[in-house]
């Protein structure tokens, strides 16, 4: 986990913008800045959760670039340009599924596996050749189990139509 108390070098800041939830975003960072702290503490959008900061547990999902990747493995100056979606960005009806089906309890792994399962709706033909688990594999739950998850995912593929999303 990184010391968000430390006193940053003015001189090592590095300008950039980039796409955020569809709207263009100017930041200063260091240059060792993850992207799962700019999100939460430059920008304030706290819904990316810190689980392991190791890539482990998914529970820092983002989209970056359509693709959906560990926040806490990204340095910051690698979005520069780039368009970044968080769990800010998605209809909050998104989450229904997964309230009904059991799949949240204490709440860390929600967006990462929720970022996962939009990804999936957007990708629906994997399906074809993995399954659901197999698909959400890199989003670990301490809490639910998996079935709960498995089964939000496929209720909410099923409520969306494969998951396909308008742009």
Not at 100 to 108: F, L
Not at 115 to 143: F, K, P, S, V, Y
């Amino acid at each position: 986990m990184s010391d968000h108390s430390a006193i940053r070098n003015p001189q090592s800041a590095i300008s950039m913008t980039f796409t955020l939830n569809g709207s263009p975003v100017s930041v200063e960072i260091d240059p060792v800045d993850r992207l799962l702290d700019t999100l939460r503490y430059q920008l304030a959008l706290t819904g990316t959760k810190e689980g392991c900061g190791e890539g482990e547990c998914g529970a820092c999902t983002v989209h970056l670039d359509g693709l959906p990747v560990n926040s806490c493995l990204v340095p910051s100056y690698q979005v520069r340009g780039h368009r970044v979606d968080t769990i800010e960005s998605l209809d909050p009806r998104a989450l229904e599924p997964f309230e009904r089906c059991g799949a949240t309890q204490c709440g860390a792994c929600t967006p990462g596996v929720v970022m996962t399962a939009w990804w999936i709706g957007q990708h629906a033909d994997l399906l074809r050749t993995h399954t659901i688990r197999e698909l959400m594999a890199g989003n670990l739950c301490r809490c639910t189990g998996y079935d709960g998850i498995v089964d939000s995912v496929a209720e909410a593929l099923r409520e969306t139509g494969g998951g396909r999303r308008e742009t």
